[in-house]
């Protein structure tokens, strides 16, 4: 098996510009806790070419308003082609955020995206392993859909402080299986999600993360460990700060073994063997 590389788009002025629209929520349900699936109107063509792993960039300020100056990136949980709808997974970490999932059915928001590239699923897999922590549980859940729809089997690991903070199993088609690990013991494996890696290594023909940085550290460790050679390949998203979300003003860079890209053009999804890790 090759190990698919993420694509990356060069020219991220024209795409940005072309991308930016105003969209308007049509639901929000509460989610994992004290997280909410927003739903917002978006165009059809914009839509359907929303890929797993994409993110979109909302300016989370109210009309007038100046202040978070700067938009917030947030994973594409789901992609409504035919309804014209995207659906975005949000936790209120700070002012942006918490202004976000506050805001009401009908409200506008104005919105960059989808940006960024993409996971890459190698035309030879059959056995995809997820593993996320987090918020990072949106773009790994829309790739699992989409692999399941392509006939290839998914497991989906997911890890939490506590149940309340896990996806809710409806969330997942049936054809997923569906594996938890909590802090506390509340719910499936007492510990930490990466400890439930190496019993899937070597049936998965590659691994897709997303998650925060103190877990991409663990996930590395164990697959160092227990993998053979260079398979299978991992692919992570990696949780940046994207201030403009074109690469403009390098706040989001992550270093490489090709140099210092930026996540939210070169990104957020890359290899990990290609990542340079401290």
């Not at 594409?76 to 999932?101: C, K, M, N, Q």
């Not at 399941?148 to 089997?153: A, F, I, M, R």
């Not at 309340?164 to 299986?177: K, M, Q, S, T, V």
Request: charged content about 15%.
């Amino acid at each position: 098996m090759t190990t698919a590389t993420p694509h990356i788009d060069t020219n991220p002025s024209p795409r940005g510009a072309s991308r930016l629209f105003t969209g308007t929520i049509t639901a929000t349900m509460p989610i994992m806790g004290d997280s909410s699936l927003i739903t917002f109107t978006a165009p059809q063509n914009l839509v359907a070419q929303a890929r797993p792993g994409q993110f979109v960039s909302i300016l989370c300020r109210g009309e007038g308003a100046y202040d978070p100056l700067l938009r917030r990136p947030i994973s594409i949980y789901r992609a409504d082609a035919e309804a014209g709808e995207l659906t975005i997974l949000v936790r209120p970490f700070g002012r942006g955020s918490s202004w976000l999932v506050a805001q009401p059915d009908g409200a506008s928001l104005d919105v960059l995206g989808p940006l960024g590239n993409q996971f890459e699923v190698s035309p030879r897999s059959g056995n995809l392993l997820m593993v996320a922590g987090g918020v990072g549980a949106a773009p790994l859940l829309m790739l699992a859909e989409e692999a399941v729809q392509k006939g290839l089997s998914v497991t989906y690991l997911m890890g939490s402080a506590t149940e309340a903070g896990l996806l809710p199993a409806a969330a997942f088609r049936g054809e997923i299986e569906y594996v938890v690990a909590t802090d506390d013991g509340s719910r499936g494996h007492h510990g930490f999600v990466t400890d439930l890696i190496p019993e899937y290594l070597q049936w998965a023909d590659q691994v897709f993360t997303c998650g925060p940085t103190p877990m991409f550290h663990s996930l590395r460790n164990v697959v160092l460990k227990h993998r053979m050679g260079k398979k299978p390949p991992v692919q992570l998203s990696v949780e940046r700060t994207m201030a403009c979300a074109l690469g403009a003003c390098l706040g989001c860079v992550v270093e490489t073994k090709r140099g210092m890209v930026t996540s939210c053009v070169d990104g957020p999804v890359f290899d990990m063997d290609e990542v340079v890790w401290s």
